[in-house]
């Protein structure tokens, strides 16, 4: 049988075991946010892999590298009404800037509209803002309409497209529900409809 030990030592060794549980908590204290950082960087990596199908670009000329926000801005439809970027949160963005005299536009255009009609019933919104000079020449683009929102900015210095860093088309962002571009699509023909395109705008909707 051991012998109790005497009140000093008992607590010394109190002391000791109190320092060394004091030493545990406060490593655990600073480990946490590492360990919380790299969990939701290993999220964030997982939502990622599926969009590195489109080969986004990391910089943009006028926005900086991305993400960024999206700049806010208001076009109209082909009734006239206005559309405000801004009421689409909550939703996974497709925004293509084209023009119906683009070649490459006109390759890709199909492949949009396929991603868009496969993509109805998600919170999910293929916008696609025209350059062209009026609506005449977008209307006769689609004879049978389209499953995309379409929008004009008809101004001579393409103002919205300018504030996106955008001179040469079609060149595409790809926002998430809460406004903000993750993805720079530039000027490349693609199939948008894609599963593994898909996989991205779910990945974010997420």
């Known amino acids: 049988m051991t012998a109790p030990l005497p009140p000093g030592r008992r607590a010394l060794a109190y002391g000791a075991a109190g320092l060394a549980m004091g030493v545990l908590v ?3 204290l600073f480990s946490l946010p590492d360990a919380l950082t790299r969990g939701r960087e290993g999220v964030r990596r997982s939502r990622e892999a599926p969009c590195q199908v489109l080969r986004p670009t990391p910089w943009n000329p006028v926005l900086g590298r991305l993400p960024q926000p999206a700049p806010d801005f208001q076009l109209p439809m082909h009734d006239g009404q206005p559309l405000r970027l801004s009421q689409l949160r909550g939703r996974v963005v497709l925004l293509n800037f084209w023009a119906t005299w683009c070649s490459t536009c006109i390759v890709e255009m199909p492949s949009l509209e396929r991603l868009a009609e496969r993509m109805q019933g998600r919170p999910f919104t293929l916008l696609a803002v025209s350059v062209d000079e009026s609506w005449d020449k977008v209307r006769a683009f689609f004879p049978q309409g389209t499953p995309m929102t379409v929008l004009l900015d008809s ?16 060149e595409s962002f790809l926002i998430d529900p809460d406004g903000i571009i993750r993805y ?21 909707l997420d």
């Open 184 to 204: 720079y699509i530039v000027s490349e023909r693609r199939n948008w409809h894609s599963g593994e395109v898909r996989a991205c705008i779910e990945a974010l």
């Open 155 to 170: 101004s001579k210095g393409r103002d919205i497209p300018s504030r996106y860093g955008t001179e040469k088309f079609p």
């Open 26 to 28: 406060v490593h655990f």
